[in-house]
Nanobody, 119 residues
């Protein structure tokens, strides 16, 4: 059974940083694209960042470009999201996803981790 488990969320003051982790189990995900999404209360789920399996090329939403960094550790079957200069607008549940099916559709999803930024 494939599982993606996020961790690292929590409460942080505006201007602070957090690093989210997403550990995969059940199979290796070294050869698939991985991504992070978020969903704020009353809003639709939003794409944040992705990292390609081949070459590690990354892509970011404009709202986080320059502040967030996605990375991976294939040996640990884990993908990370380093978040800096956080604002209250970043408050959301953050989800990791793996194996792109086209557009923003992914085959595997984690359960989400809450990030709350206090102003």
């Amino acid at each position: 059974q494939v599982q993606l488990v996020e961790s690292g969320g929590g409460l942080v003051q505006a201007g602070g940083s957090l690093r989210l982790s997403c550990a995969a189990s059940g199979r290796t995900f070294n050869s698939v694209t991985k991504a992070w999404f978020r969903q704020a209360p009353g809003k639709e789920r939003e794409f944040i960042a992705s990292i390609l399996w081949s070459g590690g090329s990354t892509n970011y939403a404009d709202s986080v470009k320059g502040r967030f960094t996605i990375s991976r550790d294939n040996a640990k079957n884990t993908v990370y999201l380093q978040m800096n200069s956080l604002t209250s607008e970043d408050t959301a549940v953050y989800y990791c996803a793996a194996e792109n099916m086209g557009g923003t559709a992914y085959k595997y999803w984690g359960q989400g981790t809450q990030v709350t930024v206090s102003s």
